[in-house]
């Protein structure tokens, strides 16, 4: 785990209600510097509303939320520029080359021309796809657009990037070679919070922390959760939470 004592991500009592219903109901947890943390839930848990609140997106309705140093509550706009997000769709521009998509992403994280111009350069020649530089985003290959999605979410160099999802749809190769990419930058300091359908990704996790009826049911090392549950594979373990065993 290449993790300091450092929490980058700070909730506390977190409560989200819409009118009568309970989103999120009173969750606590941390998240610390260099965490690649999996965030786990079948749908409707509550992933979707936690990082939406996380993410400056969504306000809590109670609780403490802190996220690289600024409250949720009050400082949402600061989180937004300081974060990195990458969803299942990738958020990029089909319509645009690859070399226009970053440039816009870079202009949208607040990046000098100067560092827009060495980023773009540093990132094209990292990926190997010098050749694809003038490719229309929409014509490359669905592996490809993953890494440059997840590239351009932290050309801004942010120390949290959001992950939701991010290996929904390409092949198991494509998944293992995009987990390498979470390696290597959660290596060099960067918090790692990823959403994920697949346990197997969860495995690759340092935490997890499962959620189900909006509560956390389970927290802690994939190792150690496998041993408290008396279980073989994460997978089992999430079986029994999501059909109900186990539950407190």
């Avoid at 937004?80 to 070399?99: A, E």
């Avoid at 190769?173 to 979470?182: A, D």
Wanted: hydrophobic letters at 40%.
């Amino acid at each position: 785990m290449q993790t300091n004592n450092t929490a980058i991500i700070e909730v506390e009592n977190l409560v989200k209600r819409f009118g009568t219903f309970t989103a999120n109901d009173n969750l606590t947890f941390k998240v610390y510097a260099g965490e690649i943390f999996g965030f786990l839930g079948a749908n409707g848990a509550g992933k979707t509303t936690t990082i939406r609140i996380l993410s400056g997106l969504s306000k809590p309705t109670e609780g403490i939320v802190k996220v690289v140093g600024f409250d949720a509550m009050k400082q949402s706009e600061s989180i937004k520029k300081n974060i990195g997000y990458m969803s299942q769709r990738f958020s990029l521009y089909d319509d645009l080359t690859v070399i226009e998509n970053i440039r816009l992403f870079g202009g949208i994280y607040g990046l000098s021309n100067k560092e827009i111009r060495n980023r773009s350069d540093e990132l094209v020649k990292d990926l190997g796809i010098e050749n694809l530089r003038k490719r229309l985003v929409g014509d490359i290959p669905l592996g490809w657009k993953q890494k440059l999605a997840f590239s351009i979410a932290i050309i801004h160099r942010p120390k949290l990037i959001f992950l939701d999802e991010p290996t929904g749809g390409v092949d198991p190769l494509t998944r293992r070679q995009f987990w390498e990419l979470i390696y290597r930058v959660a290596k060099q300091g960067t918090t790692v919070f990823v959403t994920t359908h697949y346990m197997d990704e969860a495995e690759y996790c340092d935490r997890i922390c499962v959620l189900a009826d909006g509560q956390i049911k389970a927290l802690g090392e994939p190792s150690n959760l496998k041993h408290e549950y008396q279980v073989t594979s994460i997978d089992e373990l999430f079986y029994r939470i999501v059909k109900g065993e186990d539950r407190v």
